[in-house]
């Protein structure tokens, strides 16, 4: 009897629920229960000092939107987001170009270039910090060259430029190794043929380089997008969100909100909020593939 | 390539390398000077005489060798849990037919979406409620069955896809059930895809800031990156030689591993990881 009725199919579905167990309830426990949760307590008043918790309806958005400190949160995010990607992927591209060419070193170039993303991330932070101080070592540098340099992470200005490129530098070394991979993968008779024809190394950089790795592109953009809306720990050690609000990005403000102001309520609105940006970005992107992403396997 | 062109390329490279190189150099180089001479000018790029003073006051003013161990101990536990649970959930999904995998599959690739600093709060309360906050169970859970695993079992995935099922195929003949097949054949074969995440598993969870800050308030609970950022002065400025000295000891084990292990770091992470 019981052998009839675990027939293969049966035993598959019963191991297939048993493999994927742990991830299922993992995913309900501490994806979903609390992205739920955070709609709940965005609809409430929660003051954790007073310990108030009053259903509000829609008052938490209505504060969003007459928050003045959200739109320079925006602006900033906006800001760190555009220009990281725009500098990481450029420079992530730049250095699988140079490296992909048939030199000796690469190894060792293609090493140093990754070798920030191995160093631990607030360490990092904290050896540019002391950089970056009006008396560190950049402006040590600039000095012995005649340059007074500024304040770095002190002036309205240049705070926001300083943490995208600390963060650039960390990170740029993982898509320059996915846009390696990528190049890798494109067919030398392709150049042949260009070449042949006459084509320079510009128009074959524009016609067939970028063409073939644009699901590369797509990917590491998405991946970068994402990553950048994430900016925490940058900011804490860097800049703590100043000067101003010159570098609160969103989710440093959340943090302040919710762990220092102690406004749960809004924070979980903040939440939201980002959860939207980041459900939005990846939306877009990801229709964008039609349109330029070259081939699809 | 032209013998000018070759100069060309070797000059872009070695400038660009500085921003990669000077911080480690800097911050080794710095936290082995006396502190009278961290800010002297011009800038010495060598310690003129070399002083353990720092690294010994960093195991001082904190438990730091406690701390140290702490995030050994929770990456460890992360990695080992996440190779675990990504590689059967993703050679379910590769490999098993069955009802619903694919509905499934999508579901729990929504994580994939959300920033951890989304569920952040909800988390807290939750952890709070279990009588868990200033514990480690937070930040070994979560990474090992919620979103950050995701994208593990996302690679081992892809990774099983790929995989030709004439194995597997002789094995069923042969009697095996599909744990012994995933045990005895699939995961051997998965070594690369294994390594690439357990590399990029440690490393996330070696990394992590936000979390401790927000689960852990007891000193000997903290991980390093927490630990680094309360080298503080009673005015909450930096220690400037204490920090590095002990950013330089979370620093360069992994560093050194890295530089030995550079060509499995990068291939696997290239080849096996993060191809769409």
């Known amino acids: 009897m019981s052998t009839r009725f675990w027939t293969g199919s049966r035993r598959d579905t019963l191991a297939g629920y048993l493999f994927i167990a742990p991830q299922l309830i993992g995913s309900v426990l501490f994806v979903f229960v609390p992205l739920g949760l955070v709609f709940w307590y965005s609809l409430h008043e929660w003051n954790v000092l007073a310990d108030t918790f009053t259903f509000v309806g829609g008052e938490n958005y209505q504060a969003l939107a007459d928050d003045p400190k959200l739109a320079d949160a925006l602006v900033a995010t906006g800001f760190f987001s555009a220009g990281l990607v725009v500098l990481n992927l450029s420079l992530a ?16 170039f293609r090493t140093v270039f990754f070798s920030p993303v191995v160093v631990s991330l607030v360490a990092w932070t904290i050896v540019w910090s002391f950089l970056l101080q009006d008396n560190g070592g950049i402006n040590g540098l600039l000095e012995t060259v005649g340059v007074d340099g500024p304040n770095w992470l002190r002036g309205e200005g240049t705070a926001m430029i300083a943490v995208i490129v600390v963060q650039v530098v960390k990170n740029v070394g993982l898509n320059m190794v996915l846009f390696l991979a990528a190049l890798q993968g494109v067919p030398a008779n392709l150049y042949e043929a260009a070449t042949v024809d006459g084509a320079s190394r510009r128009r074959q950089f524009l016609s067939i380089t970028v063409p ?4 590369t592109i797509l990917l590491t953009s998405i991946i970068t997008v994402v990553g950048s809306l994430q900016v925490f720990a940058q900011i804490a050690v860097l800049t703590q969100g100043g000067p101003g609000t010159s570098t609160t990005v969103l989710v440093y403000y959340l943090y302040q909100q919710a762990f220092q102001f102690h406004h749960f309520g809004y924070g979980a609105t903040l939440s939201v909020l980002l959860f939207a940006i980041v459900l939005l970005l990846t939306l877009v992107q990801w229709r964008m593939r039609r349109k330029w992403v070259f081939h699809e396997s | 390539m032209s013998r000018k062109a070759k100069t060309a390329v070797y000059g872009v490279l070695c400038l660009l390398a500085l921003p990669f190189l000077f911080p480690t150099w800097w911050m080794v180089t710095s936290s082995l000077k006396p502190v009278g001479d961290i800010f002297a000018f011009p800038p010495t790029l060598w310690p003129s005489d070399v002083s353990f003073d720092a690294y010994a006051k960093a195991f001082e003013l904190q438990p730091f060798a406690r701390q140290y161990f702490n995030s050994m101990y929770i990456a460890a536990l992360v990695t080992v849990g996440t190779l675990a649970v990504s590689s059967l959930a993703g050679y379910a999904f590769a490999r098993i037919r069955f009802k619903g995998a694919n509905a499934w599959f999508v579901v729990i690739l929504v994580g994939l979406l959300i920033p951890s600093e989304v569920t952040i709060v909800p988390l807290f309360k939750m952890f709070d409620a279990w009588g868990m906050v200033d514990t480690h169970w937070p930040l070994i859970l979560v990474p090992i069955l919620g979103a950050p695993s995701v994208l593990a079992t996302f690679i081992m995935r892809q990774f099983f ?6 194995l597997e195929e002789a094995a ?11 045990r005895l054949i699939a995961l051997p074969l ?8 357990a590399i990029f598993t440690f490393l996330h969870s070696w990394n992590l800031y936000l979390e401790p800050i927000v689960f852990l308030s007891s000193s000997e609970m903290f991980t390093l990156p927490q630990a680094l950022t309360q080298f503080v002065d009673a005015y909450g400025g930096p220690m400037w030689d204490i920090q590095l000295s002990a950013a330089s000891l979370t620093a360069l084990p992994v560093l050194v591993v890295f530089v030995i292990a550079q060509r499995q770091f990068i291939e696997g992470l290239a080849h096996t990881g993060l191809k769409g």
């Open chain 2, 172 to 182: 069923k003949v042969d009697g095996l059930g599909r744990f012994a097949i995933f």
């Open chain 1, 93 to 108: 591209l730049l250095l699988a170009v140079l490296l992909n060419q048939r030199l000796r070193g690469t190894v060792f």
């Open chain 1, 212 to 215: 073939m790795i644009s699901p």
């Open chain 2, 190 to 197: 998965a070594r690369p895809a294994l390594g690439a995440v």
């Open chain 2, 161 to 166: 896809l790929a995989l030709p099922g004439e």
